[in-house]
């Protein structure tokens, strides 16, 4: 759409952040209830939509000009759209995650500071062709009490309108519910105009490929929460139980070689007595091995592994602080003294001992939702649940207070905290 | 300096944060308390360099190039000088930052959670004409592990070189002390290699007026901490206690006109019946007051106030959502209720109640030390204590543990919050 018409568009949602920023949990869980049973009941037509992405689709499918992932991603059958209803339920269920009560000081007599933490405001969601993301997505911000702007992938187009109408649909339904915290759009032109909005919108959380978030991150003022690369470390010390490091080292290879948190790169200690019986063994699982120094920021997403040895711990911790990605690492080590080290030192989201990689994921921490993963060094990093879509904000009550008296030392502050 | 020599510099910064990272809190205190010593030792030499910088600034000042403002905050004085020195005393006396558990859940038995606060990495301080900013900046990126390159303004060079001099001089007698942490430089160039840095370079803070905070933010993808303006509000409502009105404005407005945190519009409901008296007490405090909707956007720094009659609390948190820059709005009223929706639906860093705006201050909220003051959304908002400056990392311990067997049902999550 034309400039003017996405401001205006921007400006309702500031408008409805501001409305939603006051309402009553019961209101935001009455209508994430609402939209959950609303998708069951027009599932069928949900289905149709997608159909038609899924036949617009498969001639550039067929052609290469689709992946086959995302080919499969784009697809919903009935266990996806039992998760996306169960997800809602999950996240209605969920702690209201705004209006708590963070801390609470007593700067004086009758003069007290409270930090409640409070919604960020208007969110930009750009995502690639996976539909059940936007139900997800709408979920997590009615419960934090943002507003949304949804741009999907033109390849789900159909399924998105279907999805959204449908939720709309509910929000409709329900008592209270400023509309315009829900909005989509389609098109590029509509991705320059959210990057563009500072004004407007407050974070923008890409969920997608490498090159989407690095275009994004390049284009835009406003904070981006997310992550481009995923490359992940496991080291293997002089110390490693040899049957931990195949277990592990395979879990995080091949449980599922596209995910962000499934490792690239294999540290092994010159002075691991089994290194050749874990290179065989990982060759046995159908692990592809790399060595050379060029491999050392790739990320493969598929069953291929780069593999260096080196002849020190600090020699693993300086490889990984400079060619992580900063999402996850793994040492594994019989030496807790090691351990520790290597845990203090990696500077990375997720710093493991002994576990795969692939354990960095909001749902596996216990977060019940998760918006993304975030290698940011800034406001939320790691996975990140519902609390990475909030702030705060400091009340203050007192009773005709002025700074005056403290400046003139007619008054002292005392500053003692308050249980809560 | 040319852009490549600044790369190095910055790399440095970099693998000097890595050692800091994991320097023991004795050695971080040591430090400090080293950095006071030789500051008190060598104050004779700092207020000779700060002397030069007076000179040559005075004739700029006299033929009004350089406001008086700036030239009253260049001077350093036995107070200033025994303020620095106490300051960064009392950073070296608070607690440490970094390694603080945040949450410790064990996910299934033996696979444990920790979620701990850890630093930032490498900060690009720019900031004006102050030379005690460098002192304190040095010490709260010390006391929060993280590296800092600092740009000062030309006005005050002399001072700060012989201040980071000092400073140096001390870390460099700290056993143990990675020097690399600290560095400054000098021109305009280093700003622009500053801000294209985001490689190296995690968090920017710039402190000072708003076009150096507007100028950084439009120049750069390296997330800003700070505030641009200090647009505040006052409503007084209905019920407004007359003289609380007066006090709390008066205070508000005239203690520190220049200052981020004083009031710049006042908002008076048309039914308050003691409007008339509250704007004479305002002029008879030597306010001058504006009536005027352009004035809604300004920023005075002075005496001056704009001031406006709504009709509604509904018009004056609508208001102030509108024009505020979202650092600090108080309402005066002796109604609770309409406090209570005031400071909820108010969407900026501090919402008071019968209070100065004034309050708004990290030593005032009792941090001890503060960076600045952030209207961010995202990371800090509001006064931002050395807290500010950390972001956490994840670890996890287990022992071989891997996500097939959770994905295959063979072992289950139970997310059972530890003590801690």
Not at 6 to 24: H, M, W
Not at 141 to 156: D, P, Q, T
Not at 333 to 341: M, P, R, S
């Amino acid at each position: 759409m034309e400039e003017d018409k996405f401001i205006e568009l921007a400006q309702r949602a500031k408008a409805a952040s501001k409305k939603i920023a006051t309402l009553p949990v019961g209101v935001k869980n009455t209508a994430l209830l609402n939209i959950a049973k609303n998708l069951k009941d027009n599932k069928d037509k949900i289905f149709e939509a997608n159909q038609r992405d899924l036949e617009e689709a498969k001639p550039l499918a067929e052609a290469g000009e689709l992946s086959q992932s995302t080919y499969n991603r784009l697809k919903l059958d009935e266990n996806k759209m039992r998760d996306m209803v169960q997800g809602i339920i999950d996240i209605s269920n969920l702690e209201d995650p705004v209006g708590k009560t963070l801390l609470k000081r007593q700067l004086d007599d009758g003069l007290i500071l409270t930090k409640v933490s409070c919604p960020i405001g208007v969110l930009g969601i750009i995502f690639e062709a996976r539909p059940d993301v936007i139900s997800q997505i709408s979920a997590l911000a009615i419960k934090s009490s943002n507003a949304v702007i949804l741009k999907g992938g033109k390849e789900s187009i159909n399924t998105n309108k279907e999805i959204m109408r449908v939720i709309q649909e509910a929000l409709d339904n329900t008592m209270n519910f400023p509309k315009d915290v829900l909005t989509q759009v389609f098109t590029r032109e509509d991705v320059a105009n959210m990057l563009s909005q500072d004004k407007y919108i407050d974070l923008i959380i890409p969920r997608g490929g490498n090159n989407l978030v690095k275009f994004i991150k390049a284009n835009t003022k406003i904070p981006v929460l997310g992550h481009a690369d995923g490359i992940c470390h496991i080291f293997a010390d002089e110390s490693a139980d040899l049957e931990k490091a195949k277990r592990i080292i395979i879990d995080a290879k091949t449980q599922y070689p596209s995910a962000c948190n499934s490792v690239e790169t294999v540290l092994i200690h010159k002075d691991f007595k089994y290194s050749s019986e874990l290179l065989e063994a990982l060759k046995d699982a159908g692990i592809e091995l790399v060595d050379k120094p060029e491999s050392w920021h790739k990320e493969y997403s598929d069953k291929i592994l780069s593999y260096k040895f080196v002849s020190s711990l600090e020699e693993a911790i300086e490889h990984i602080n400079t060619y992580s990605s900063g999402h996850t690492e793994s040492i594994i080590t019989e030496d807790e003294k090691n351990a520790k080290i290597f845990m203090n030192a990696v500077d990375s989201a997720g710093v493991y001992h002994n576990v795969s990689t692939r354990f960095a994921d909001g749902f596996r921490y216990g977060f019940g939702a998760e918006v993304g993963i975030s290698t940011n060094k800034t406001h939320a990093r790691g996975p990140v649940g519902l609390d990475g879509l909030t702030i705060y904000k400091y009340n203050l009550e007192g009773n005709g207070d002025i700074v005056k008296d403290y400046v003139e030392g007619v008054k002292h502050f005392h500053h003692k905290n308050l249980g809560g």
